[in-house]
């Protein structure tokens, strides 16, 4: 629950940003897809495991709104990142490409 009051906040700051502040948005979107994990203990790693992989308010029925989130791409791929750290650099290569 905690996670996803996270990610609920973090979309509504992206929202703003998104509106007021296009290049701190970029330059957010730019650090979350070139960031490395440095050991399996890392607490922020922790934190990014427990990032859902569908949008929770699916589950009460109502439309997946973490879509209209933008930075919600590139916090799936922090999860993607966290789950495999053999990997990491392979995600940052694949995703830097798609920019």
Known sequence: MLTFMLLLASAFMAKLEQVFL????EAQKKWLIEHRFPSE?????KLCLEI????????LGLPPMCKYSPLYDQWLLMKYK????E?????IKMAAASL
């Open 82 to 85: 966290a789950v495999d750290l």
């Open 22 to 25: 296009p290049a701190c948005l």
């Open 87 to 91: 990997h990491q650099d392979d995600y």
């Open 52 to 59: 859902p992989d569908v949008c929770p308010i699916t589950q």
């Open 41 to 45: 203990r890392d607490w922020f790693r």
